[in-house]
């Protein structure tokens, strides 16, 4: 052996063998510790980590001021702004995780839980006798993963059309309840300028570049399979994404692609502004989410508009009604110095009637228990009926989990944004290859 | 004091100092040396400290992770080689993201350094507020990456942007810029084009170098403008250009925070996959291991990515290194 290889090998080893021996450690077991509520304990502080900010995050404090008059020798210490689960992640990964976390991306709950990086729920739930049952089952498509619950939903968003009602008349008094009825409205609602340019959209078909167009949401309407039985990628084998992605390059045409990426660009930026598109009447109707009535009566009060349920495709009318619900989750990481206070913590916030209806009223979401839903302290106004009765539809729900999250999703806007392009020449070859792109990065997964 | 047993006086003329035993000598001589690699070792330890803890040990586990499914939770599974087969053999997305990082190298290195040529050579001019004229041009150097990347998106932008307002009133033809596939990289060429301060300063000071006389010779010779520029200049900031060169191929393969910034910028802020948009044109080969490593948590895929980003990045370097004994002039001779 040449010296300086020799010289090498040996720290060179021992740095393999720190590496193999430190990566991924941190494991605990998942037996409950218990708190008994009832009897005196030393002050504790706990840790908790959310994404809410500003006027949200004061409203959570609120919130958690009542926890801490309910379990008074705990006193949390709330961080606002955590956003990006990557620092979760790298929390758990350094041994150092908060106590407890909140996420707004229920798509890495199939990774959280297949990996132990939050602890498995199912024991604290039954050691508080806390049923499943209590939630409705649209928020268990995520907040669980192969039966196991390892985080707990606290509130919720699902989507819906809102339409101008200034911009429908005359000649619509209705919004549609079928594609073919959106798309007849979408065309004769849009007003184009004199060079052409279009002054007012009836509707954007884009996906992945405009607001909430996730294709996602746009799939519940044709009640696609993401995955066929055998658990592989199924865009080529159900005919309903053929269609959905066919209709949606229709409209597309019709606009003009160019027409329509020059148009998206004035108001890309706005989503959450004043100059969103949909409050500043450049769209007649528009998908977004239930948090939307919160800024149009802050942010656009004059704007004469209501809601709807999304369309569905014509041949699908048991669709109709139903749509992605998918919102925070609660957990507790794995290397929590304090799981059985942090269990107190989430099941309050994700439990407690009171503490979710106050929420659910101050940022407009989905409250996400039957008690809560019922409460006579719910205050979300007029338009918000059209989301609590999509979040409680039988066919509503999130999109299948994978250990790699909601794979098909992020690898279907990055076909749609080549295929609404005109960049896919034949729809089935591009499907067929996304499949084989998406059953291929499935086997990436740890 | 005593003079130890070791120790012998030499009585031999005009000498007067004592012998030293050979060992004693070289056991001196060690503990000398001992004491000057301990202070050596004293000094260096920060450096060395950080070299181990900050560099070397992330190499290394970056090179063991890259044999691995490693997805940051869960303990890494070896897996041989079945991330680079995987790269290599079944990704399209990985090839698209290297044609674009080829295609940035390719296009915003050599345009850049030409640009950067051609404003130093303005600036080398003398003549009254020449100074402010070259912190102008440097000043957008300064500029924060993602703020001068959301100043371009908003200056490019083809519904609202003052650039296409302009285009227009010339009745010229209205990129969508960002928006288009086709013109998102050029869009970014521009950018580079618009910092180009820090590497117009090194030419300016390497064109300031040029000896006069060589002009003079050439001058007298009967010389033109494009002969002068060809046959002295050139050859002179030879060793600049080449400098350029190698750091523009580097920090190509390393491209990231302005296209990252732009296509986050035309998605809008509610698009969680934006990486890439428009249609995959900015999916450069870092914003692309970012996202395989950072939101799709592939850690193990990534660190796999980031062997071969840092082969090829070598192997180009050596490239251009070899290519440069053909053209590069160094005026001592030497290497």
Known sequence: MRPLLRKLTIPFGLVLLATACTAGAGSQASAPPTVNPSASHAPVTITFWTGWSSREFRGLEEIIKGFEAKYPWITVKATPGIDDDAKILAAINGGNPPDAVSSFRPDYVGKYCSTGGFLDLGPYMKASNIKTSIFPPSVLTYAQYQGEICALPFLTDTFGLYYNKDLLAPGFTEPPKTISELTDMAKKLTQFNGDGSIKVAGFIPTIGNFYENDLDRFAVSWGAKWFDDSGKSAFATDPAWAELFQWQKSLVDWYGYKKLTKFLAGVADNEWDTGNAFESGKVAMILDGEWRTAFMADEAPKINYGTAPFPAADNHPEMYGAQVVGGTIVGIPRGSQHPAEAWLLISYLATNTDALVQFANLIKNVPTTYDALKSPNLDLGPNFDTFLQAFQHPMSGFPPQTSAGIIGDIQGVLFADKWQAGKVPDLMAGLRGLDKQVNDQLSLGG | ?335
């Not at chain 2, 007067?16 to 060690?30: N, S």
């Open chain 2, 1 to 335: 004091m005593a003079v130890p047993a070791s120790v012998q006086v030499s009585a031999g003329p005009g000498v007067g100092l004592p012998r030293v035993d050979p060992e004693v000598r070289r056991r001196m001589r060690r503990r000398v040396k001992r004491r000057r690699n301990a202070t050596v070792l004293l000094f260096m330890s920060p450096w060395i400290v950080g070299f181990l803890v900050f560099l070397l040990y992330p190499m290394l586990s970056s090179l063991y992770f890259s044999f691995t499914k490693y997805d940051l939770l869960k303990t890494p599974q070896w897996a041989g080689l079945f991330n680079y087969r995987f790269m290599f053999t079944k990704d399209p997305q990985f090839w698209q993201a290297m044609k674009n990082t080829l295609w940035i190298i390719a296009v915003g290195v050599p345009t850049r350094i030409v640009f950067a040529i051609f404003t130093a050579s303005l600036l080398t001019r003398r003549r009254r507020s020449i100074g402010v004229y070259r912190t102008v041009f440097f000043l957008p150097s300064m500029a924060p990456a993602v703020a001068a990347t959301l100043g371009f998106v908003y200056l490019l932008n083809p519904a609202t942007g003052p650039v296409n307002q302009f285009l227009g009133l010339l009745h010229l033809p209205k990129p969508l810029w960002f928006f288009d596939p086709t013109w998102s990289k050029p869009g970014l060429v521009l950018l580079g084009l618009w910092g180009v301060g820090d590497a117009m300063i090194i030419f300016l000071a390497g064109l300031l170098n040029v000896p006069a006389q060589l002009y003079e010779a050439a001058d007298v010779e009967g010389a033109a403008a494009w002969q002068k520029f060809r046959f002295i200049t050139l050859p002179m900031i030879s060793p600049v250009i080449f400098f350029s060169l190698v750091i523009g191929v580097i920090d190509g393969f390393q491209y990231f925070t302005q296209a990252y910034v732009a296509a986050a910028a035309i998605s809008g802020p509610g698009q969680i996959n934006f990486v890439g948009s428009p249609q995959g044109s900015t999916m450069f080969y870092s914003v692309y291991l970012y996202s395989q490593g950072f939101q799709e948590f592939h850690m193990g895929y990534a660190s796999a990515m980031a062997w071969v980003l840092f082969a090829v990045t070598m192997a180009c370097t050596v490239v251009v290194i070899r290519f440069s004994r053909r053209w590069v002039h160094y005026q001592g001779g030497f290497r």
